[in-house]
């Protein structure tokens, strides 16, 4: 994951989002965008996040990082709680992000005159086939 300035919370930094352990996260509070560039490309990304009540849009990504769309919007309704505790003994929450055709990335942008307040635990896609 890459935050494009300094994380306003700097215990939770980003690199703490693509670890797959729930008891650390990130916080993106205040960034301008996040994203998460995969190795190869991708159709389905799972996004864990503390709570799932956030908001915002998802823009997914090519190759060399260049939005291929226009952003979609997510609410708190596109996140399942897993009745795990994870950051902070805080819910766990996953949205599924399925695709028609394979992505490199994703692009976490904040609501319409929002800050983002995205806390990501782990942004993981599955390989295209």
Do not use: C, W
Request: proline residues 10%; glycine residues 8%; negative net charge.
């Amino acid at each position: 994951m890459t935050f494009v300035s300094d994380p306003k919370h700097a215990q939770f930094p980003p690199a703490d989002a693509d670890n797959f352990e729930l008891s650390i996260g990130a916080s993106a509070d205040d960034q301008d965008y996040v994203q998460t560039v995969f190795s190869e490309p991708v159709t389905t990304i799972f996004l864990v996040e503390k709570v799932g009540n956030d908001t915002g849009y998802i823009q997914t990504l090519g190759m060399n990082g260049e939005p291929l769309d226009e952003p979609t919007p997510f609410s708190p309704a596109d996140f399942t709680i897993t009745g795990l505790k994870g950051v902070q003994n805080q819910d766990v929450a996953v949205a599924a992000v399925t695709l028609d055709v394979p992505v490199y990335g994703i692009r976490i942008l904040p609501p319409d005159d929002k800050s983002l307040g995205f806390d990501p635990t782990s942004v993981s896609g599955i390989p295209a086939q």
